[in-house]
């Protein structure tokens, strides 16, 4: 059976030809739409948003409805793995999220709850059910989890950090203590993404946001170990038989590029500090890329927004491989018309650049 897929974005994941550069934009949901605060305003909680499948489906359908993207992405958040577990979470306006207890020993690693996706996660995947329904087939659906490492820090510091030090304390003086939680937390994110897929997800990406604050060293010992863990697990093809490409996005770690490409994604998502052009040679066709215009330009006029696209597509080049993306998610202050004139951009050029 000839299961190549005929969706850009996927065919781009496994480097396959497209006609123009496919893209999603990391946040493309969320409160740069007034229709998404709408939509929270309705939930009453960002939590309760995301426990609520209908208007979960509803936010995350909503930047396709304006813009015409090539992928959906679950909206959820990456601590419903810790809650999962038996950490208490909270969203405070202004505050970002709280986690009580803080894990800070041994014990309270062994007290953590062997979540099952399908009791304790059953609302996001049903969220993805209703998505893929919603979606039917016009575009794929992308599931996602946070990196073992990235949800570590929050349990341990308790919430959002600047430093790190109270887990940077635990990976200096209580090494084996940290891995035993990302195990358990790698552990429980492979069956939660391997849980989205069988109940629809197409692609599913690894956001390992606070990666680049440990050193190379560091990271491989702790954050890439945990990664490669869950790589080991995954089931990386549909109940029907379609391979589920796996994007592995670590910001802050380019330069590291070639290890995280060896972990066996068939993405590398680049955040804006490294050099497109070289990374493509890097990898050496051995993945694809996504990424990498600084979300920062948005806040730029409509001639530099085109300027910075002509840029970025012209680094990849007319190759297969690549999804265009912001090298980290959109930010809530963005004016909702800056990402229809990239939209626009990134389909003009790319289809120029790849008619070459």
């Known amino acids: 059976m000839n299961t190549e897929p005929t969706l850009p974005f996927l065919r781009a994941c496994l480097r396959l030809p497209v006609s123009q550069t496919p893209m999603w934009i990391m946040r493309q949901a969320g409160r740069y739409l007034p229709e998404y605060r709408a939509t929270r305003a309705q939930a009453g909680s ?53 986690l009580e207890p ?37 575009i794929p659906l992308i599931g996602f989890a946070g990196s073992p490492w990235t949800v570590a820090t929050y349990m341990v510091e308790g919430g959002s950090s600047k430093t790190f030090s109270r887990i940077k304390g635990m990976m200096f003086d209580a090494p084996l203590v940290l891995q035993e939680l990302l195990d358990r937390l790698a552990d429980v994110t492979a069956a939660y993404l391997n849980a989205q897929i069988r109940h629809g997800a197409q692609a599913v990406q690894i ?8 050193s190379p060293r560091d990271f491989r010992a702790f954050s890439l170990r945990a990664m490669i863990r869950i790589m080991e697990q995954l089931d990386k093809t549909t109940p029907q038989g379609e391979q589920v490409p796996v994007i592995l996005f670590a910001k802050g770690c380019g330069p590291l590029l070639e290890e995280v490409a060896a972990t066996g994604c068939q993405v590398v998502g680049l955040d804006w500090t490294t050099d497109l052009a070289r990374a493509r040679e890097r990898v050496a066709g051995r993945v694809a890329l996504q990424g990498n215009m600084d ?5 730029a006029s409509e001639a530099r927004i085109r300027q910075e696209v002509e840029e970025v597509l012209t680094a990849y080049g007319p190759h297969a491989g690549h999804i265009f993306n912001l090298g980290h998610g959109i930010a809530q202050d963005v004016d909702p ?19 070459q």
């Open 207 to 214: 956001f390992d946001t606070w990666g680049g604050v440990l």
């Open 46 to 98: 960002f939590l309760q948003l995301c426990r609520n499948p209908e208007l979960a489906t509803e936010v995350t359908m909503q930047p396709l409805r304006r813009y015409g993207l090539d992928a959906a992405i679950l909206f959820s958040d990456i601590l419903v793995v810790a809650e999962a577990m038996g950490i208490k979470l909270s969203f405070n306006e202004g505050e970002g999220p709280q």
């Open 295 to 299: 979300p920062a330009i948005l806040y």
């Open 337 to 355: 018309a800056r990402v229809s004139i990239l939209v626009d951009a990134v389909r003009q050029v790319s289809r120029r650049i790849l008619s």
């Open 102 to 138: 803080r894990i800070n020993s041994h014990n309270d690693v062994l007290a953590l709850h062997p979540a099952e996706p399908e009791d304790e996660l059953g609302y996001v995947l049903a969220t993805v059910r209703t998505i893929r329904k919603e979606l039917d087939g016009r």
